[in-house]
């Protein structure tokens, strides 16, 4: 058993480093006033080469893996959660066409999002269904040799500056076994931006709603080339992204907490400096173990995913790095709060902006009691048995 980064994986991390500090740090704060898409944070990954790490080199990415993705997420949301969403979105979108897409459509679409030509979205989540998925209304009907997909996608993440959507949609009869994956032009006619929403958190990156009216989408972006294989394809890419949402949890944490430290160094009480007082040192030292159990989950969860044990069996091991992580980040970047007190509170400071973004890790791609579901079957099946 191995806890050491590879030269590689240090590489990464320190690369994505450099970026937060130099480029996603500035920014932080005006990025959540505005709520504009960092177009200069996209570049800046760009140029680093860390877009193409969740898509094999055969496909025209880097191949690294989901744990080099995770170590750079977690570097950049140590400042702010959305450049994190950023590199989640290199792989969500392009993972369905990584494991359901057929050699002509890998070789499509995913050497642009690769190299950052292309950004892509990932479309699931509908204004009656989101942990539901199995349920889904949109609907995707045979014409001629093309299929016309006619309804609503809500909540899309960067679903306002993508290129390409991938669509799940129903083809069949009810259940997951009617529902089937496309790849869609987003400017294709008959595509409608509803609204963008006025978000609590994680402003920087849009998320959209989206209509779908009749739009036609030719039969070869149906992903796999067959009907009815899209919700094991979408499940399969939620489980393998897991662990990233997990990082975005560990780095918003590990900023907040080093944020707290360092202001408690300096801020005087009662004549001493505020970590002086065994209180203020115990709620650090609750942050540093709490953080480090969650990387450890996430780490594993990352690795587990690059060894290919993402199905069912092993879904348990990522929705508890997922599940422990994010609520991880909740008490955290709350505690950090709590010990800058009423400064906390204030938007002078970056723990309100940490505390507020932090709330969104609990719902994206699947709640934490969708989570616990996963985890308690496994338990129920002896699938994780500790007896």
């Known amino acids: 058993m191995e806890f050491e980064l590879s030269e590689e994986h240090r590489l990464i991390k ?25 177009h200069d944070i996209f570049a800046a990954f760009k140029q680093a080469g860390l877009l193409g790490m969740a898509i094999p080199e055969e496909m025209g990415g880097t191949g690294n893996g989901i744990l080099p993705i995770c170590l750079a997420i977690e570097e950049v949301a140590k400042y702010e959660c959305g450049a994190g969403l950023m590199l989640v979105l290199t792989g969500l979108p392009n993972r369905p066409i990584v494991l359901g897409g ?50 609503n996608k809500v909540y899309i993440s960067g679903g306002t500056v993508a290129d390409f959507l991938t669509v799940f949609a129903r083809t069949g009869g009810p259940g997951a076994k009617g529902i089937s994956a496309f790849v869609v032009d987003a400017k294709s006619p008959g595509i409608t931006i509803d609204r963008t929403d006025d978000k609590m958190g994680v402003r920087s990156v849009p998320t959209a709603h989206f209509s779908f009216s009749d739009v036609r989408v030719p039969r070869e972006n149906l992903l796999g080339g067959e009907e009815g294989q899209g919700f094991n394809t979408a499940m399969l890419t939620l489980n393998s992204m ?35 007082f065994e209180a203020i040192q115990f709620m650090f030292a609750d942050m540093a173990i709490q953080i480090e159990a969650a990387r450890n989950l996430v780490y594993k969860a990352a690795w587990l995913v690059d060894q290919g044990k993402y199905t069912r069996e092993y879904a348990h091991h990522l929705a508890i790095a997922k599940a422990y992580a994010t609520e991880v980040a909740n008490r955290v970047a709350s505690d950090a709060l709590q010990v800058l007190g009423a400064q906390g509170y204030m938007k002078d400071h970056p723990l309100e902006r940490h505390f507020r973004d932090a709330r969104q890790l609990m719902i994206v791609e699947g709640t934490s009691q969708v989570q616990r579901v996963v985890i308690s079957r496994a338990m129920v099946d002896r699938t994780l048995v500790y007896g």
């Open 242 to 276: 897991r662990p990233t949402v997990g990082a975005r949890g560990v780095g918003l944490a590990e900023g907040a907490a080093a944020y707290a430290l360092e202001w408690a160094r300096e801020r005087r009480a009662f004549g001493s400096a505020v970590i002086d």
């Open 102 to 151: 057929t050699k002509e459509q890998q070789q499509k679409w995913l050497p642009g999002a690769a190299t950052g030509e292309l950004k892509s979205s990932f479309c699931l989540t509908e204004p009656d269904h989101g942990s539901d998925a199995a349920n889904l209304e949109t609907r995707a009907t045979r014409d001629g040799d093309d299929y016309l997909l006619s309804g």
């Open 14 to 38: 320190d690369t994505a480093r450099r970026i937060a500090r130099e480029v996603v740090a500035p920014r932080a704060k005006e990025l959540d006033e505005t709520g504009e898409y960092p």
